[in-house]
Nanobody, 126 residues
Framework: QVQLVESGGGLVQAGGSLRLSCEAS????????MGWFRQAPGKEREFVAT????????YVADSVKGRFTISRDNAKNTVYLSMNSLKPEDTAVYYC???????????????????WGQGTQVTVSS
């Protein structure tokens, strides 16, 4: 099994920055694709970013491209979401997710992930 613990959320003014962290624990961190999703009140869970297990490939949603960056540190079993130029519409609960993927894909659908963190609230004030 895999457990995910998120941190770094909070309240920030528009234009500010936050870095979310997601630390994974379990039998292995290798060969796991990682993803970030967010969900605002009354909206469906939305894809944000994904990165494969060797950090060679990543994909960021168009809505945050140029502002958000996903990265991972396998030695620390941690994936990061660096968020810059935050906007009020970025306000949501942010979730980290992971799945074992032998083919090393980039996964963008919530249903493709097996393990999820508890979520961390990001609130951007205007």
């Amino acid at each position: 099994q895999v457990q995910l613990v998120e941190s770094g959320g909070g309240l920030v003014q528009a234009g500010g920055s936050l870095r979310l962290s997601c630390e994974a624990s379990g039998r292995t961190f290798s060969n796991y694709v990682m993803g970030w999703f967010r969900q605002a009140p009354g909206k469906e869970r939305e894809f944000v970013a994904t990165i494969n297990y060797n950090s060679g490939r990543a994909y960021v949603a168009d809505s945050v491209k140029g502002r958000f960056t996903i990265s991972r540190d396998n030695a620390k079993n941690t994936v990061y979401l660096s968020m810059n130029s935050l906007k009020p519409e970025d306000t949501a609960v942010y979730y980290c997710a992971t799945s074992y993927s032998p083919t090393n894909p980039l996964l963008t659908r919530p249903g493709e992930y097996v393990y999820w963190g508890q979520g961390t609230q990001v609130t951007v004030s205007s």
